[in-house]
């Protein structure tokens, strides 16, 4: 594995890192407002994120190279409603499509053909993030009252994975 290739990938693990620990600070913002909806959710958005970055570290490893932990960013942790929260997990969500994308065109472009298969698989599974998250966004914005922002949160577990 040319060393590009390499950092590029361990570079995305290190993201996966930030967008877990980033949707953990949303999990805990969320539990301190009674949203337990959207904690329980976001939540489950933070321990797949570590997942990912496992199979990125794993596929290093399986290629005899040791994944290099860097520092990570803080998380975003002042949000000023819970539309706002939404939004924030879609920019999550969309620069991690980027970022795969780059380290894709990365490894196109440096014929390492041992990274594609896993890379297009995290390509499809930017796919169904981007979606749960513009649909986290229409719901939240058309729950317009207490009532209906209330509802939604007993439900949104259920709304954003009944896809599953």
């Not at 996966?16 to 980033?22: G, I, P, T």
């Not at 290629?63 to 409603?81: Q, V």
């Not at 698989?121 to 796919?127: D, G, H, L, R």
């Not at 719901?139 to 954003?160: F, M």
Request: aromatic share 10%; glycine share 2%.
């Amino acid at each position: 594995m040319k060393d590009p290739i390499f950092q590029s990938l361990n570079d995305q693990a290190n993201h996966e890192l930030f967008a877990a620990h980033s949707y953990l600070a949303m999990a805990l913002w969320c539990k301190d407002r009674d949203f337990n909806g959207y904690a329980d959710f976001f939540w489950q958005q933070s321990a797949e994120e570590k997942e990912h970055a496992d199979k990125f570290q794993k596929h290093l490893l399986d290629r005899s190279k040791l994944p290099l932990p860097g520092p990570l960013e803080a998380p975003r942790t002042e949000f000023t409603t819970l539309i706002d929260v939404a939004r924030h997990a879609l920019v999550l969500e969309e620069t991690n499509s980027c970022k795969i994308q780059a380290c894709y065109a990365l490894s196109v472009a440096e014929q390492d053909y041992a990274s594609l298969p896993l890379l297009l698989w995290f390509i499809n599974e930017q796919v169904e993030e981007e979606d749960w998250a513009h649909t986290m966004i229409t719901l939240t914005a058309r729950a317009e009252c207490a009532g209906a922002i209330y509802n939604l949160d007993r439900h949104i577990v259920k709304e954003l994975t009944s896809g599953d």
